[in-house]
């Protein structure tokens, strides 16, 4: 079955850092794209970064454009294991943290990053970031 499960998230002061990791099973990791989102209390979900999702380019990425230069997605294939190293954590960073999958064909028919949580099949259940002012 596939799974996506969550971990690396918790409190942090502003200015600090968190590495939060998606693990993957249950498919082939190398088949599909994984994108990282977030939602705030009251707020929608929003994308904040993917990997293999830009024309369906494998190892291609993509930010937020209000996060680039503070986090960085990569992944390590052998583990089927995304990562998103977060630096520079603001206040306004804390929501929830998920990540999911999508196939790589949709990636590359999307023709463009491919950040729009309405395209994503699979679901982890999230993980808690909160940043301190």
């Known amino acids: 079955e596939v799974q996506l499960v969550e971990s690396g998230g918790g409190l942090v002061q502003a200015g600090g850092s968190l590495r939060l990791s998606c693990a993957a099973s249950g498919f082939t990791f190398d088949d599909y794209a994984i994108g990282w989102f977030r939602q705030a209390p009251g707020k929608e979900r929003e994308g904040v970064s993917c990997?293999?999702?830009?024309?369906?380019?494998?190892?291609?990425?993509y930010y937020a454009d209000s996060l680039k230069g503070r986090f960085t997605i990569s992944s390590d294939n052998a583990k089927n294991t995304v990562y998103l190293q977060m630096n520079s954590l603001k206040p306004e960073d804390t929501a929830v943290y998920y990540c999911?999958?999508?196939?790589?064909?949709?990636?590359?028919?999307?023709?463009?990053?491919?950040?729009?949580?309405?395209?994503?099949?699979?679901w982890g259940q999230g993980t808690q970031v909160t940043v301190s002012s």
């Open positions: 990997i293999s999702c830009f024309d369906g380019t494998k190892g291609s990425t």
């Open positions: 999911a999958e999508v196939s790589a064909d949709v990636s590359a028919w999307y023709g463009g990053p491919l950040l729009n949580r309405h395209e994503y099949l699979y």
